[in-house]
């Protein structure tokens, strides 16, 4: 069973960066699809960006498409989210999740380990 664990959140005013980190244990992580979800008060959990096993491909929500990036590193089994440009309805708790398969998913339904969460808060 993986874990996951993330950090890198924070208090960023508007216009600024954070990099946030999820690393997982276990052997399998580079066989696996990842991804960065978002939970703000009172709303569903929605999709932020999503990763290929290797990397090759990557998916964004619209809304932080350009600003954000996904990247990951096998030999570290790491995931990344490098979020620039933030906003302040980016201020949510950021969720990294492994996927069932090795290709890039979307909904939440595809994953099956998750991380316990980072608070990511974005002043104006």
């Known amino acids: 069973q993986v874990q996951l664990v993330e950090s890198g959140g924070g208090l960023v005013q508007a216009g600024g960066s954070l990099r946030l980190s999820c690393a997982a244990s276990?052997?399998?992580?580079?066989?696996?699809?990842m991804g960065w979800f978002r939970q703000a008060p009172g709303k569903e959990r929605e999709f932020v960006a999503a990763?290929?096993?290797?990397?090759?491909?990557?998916a964004y929500a619209d809304s932080v498409k350009g600003r954000f990036t996904i990247s990951r590193d096998n030999a570290k089994n790491t995931v990344y989210l490098q979020m620039n440009s933030l906003k302040p309805e980016d201020t949510a708790v950021y969720y990294c999740?492994?996927?069932?398969?090795?290709?890039?998913?979307?909904?939440?339904?595809?994953?099956?380990?998750w991380g316990q969460g980072t608070q990511v808060t974005v002043s104006s």
């Open positions: 999740a492994k996927a069932l398969g090795g290709t890039i998913y979307q909904n939440t339904q595809h994953y099956d380990a």
């Open positions: 276990g052997r399998t992580f580079s066989v696996y699809g």
């Open positions: 990763i290929k096993w290797n990397g090759g491909n990557t």
